[in-house]
């Protein structure tokens, strides 16, 4: 990533000051939503949508038990309460379509086929480390429930089975999105369950689950974080069970040359990324018990890590 470049030091030095950041970020903002109608994607409308639907499922979405680490409620992705606030869980869906876009730009593919694509990419990343088979699959780091769903309809099909497919997340408001989504996509084999919990102290039983799923959520998280979610998927993990983490690919030649301006802006987005990118990450899942370790391109700006407990 470009830093130290004439531009970004000027970039990091406007948006140093308070009006102006806000100013920057709203046209950048405008300019994604702008972008993603343009490509199909009902931005404004289904945020309205996914509100009113909601609502009404975001207390039972909480558990009052589960405390909240201070790094998470940094500001994430120019919304300033992070991922804690109905913006951003009324958003993420629309943003994780766009960012399936943008990762195939010159070919006109639906919002819908870019997803199927990136998420049928991941999947058949994690297959050759598969050997048990998966009864029980938790996706951490689930937000609204996109890899989720799509972690659930693939394993449904490979073990042609009902496979048990649970997610946890630290924010009510995207569980009660993930929910709400659910309730109206109304799938003949649901989503068994929805925890609210931090992924480094999830409550859940040891060696319950056949495979671990953390999709971009690494790089949302200080090194510190990260390694104590590793060493609870591993305890979560039956011996043998798999962990798949997707992110940002550090070595992508598309993400070592991002422009200086765009590079400045995204580090300014994501509080962590710095961290995420000089995490050596097979040590880190070494030093969690994995091993097996396979690292694969699902496209050309992102990983899959694949290890075994
Ligand atoms: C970019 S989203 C991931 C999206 C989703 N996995 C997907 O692939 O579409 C990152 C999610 O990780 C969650 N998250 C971040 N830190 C977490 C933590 N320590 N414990 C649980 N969830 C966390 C955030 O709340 C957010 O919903």
Known sequence: MASGH????LIERLLALEPLRQLLFWQARRLIIRTAERRGI????RREHLRAQATPLLQSSGDPATSTPSYYRARFHAYQLGNLCWQAACEAEQATDAMALRIWPAELLSPSQAQQRLR???MAAIVPSLSLPVRRALDLGCSVGVSTRSLKDWLDEREAADVRVEGLDLSPEMLAVARAREAEAAPARPIAAWHHAAAEASGLATASYELIT???VCHELPSSATAAVLSEAHRLLRPGGVLAMVDQDPESE????LPAPIATLLKSTEPYLEQYFSLDMAAALQAAGF??????ACDPRHRVLVAVA
């Not at 009902?42 to 409308?45: K, L, V």
């Open 6 to 9: 004439p531009v970004g030091w």
């Open 42 to 45: 009902d931005w404004r409308a």
């Open 120 to 122: 049928a990419a991941i």
């Open 214 to 216: 953390l999709e971009f």
């Open 254 to 257: 598309l993400i070592r040359r």
């Open 291 to 296: 091993h097996s370790l396979r690292r694969e």
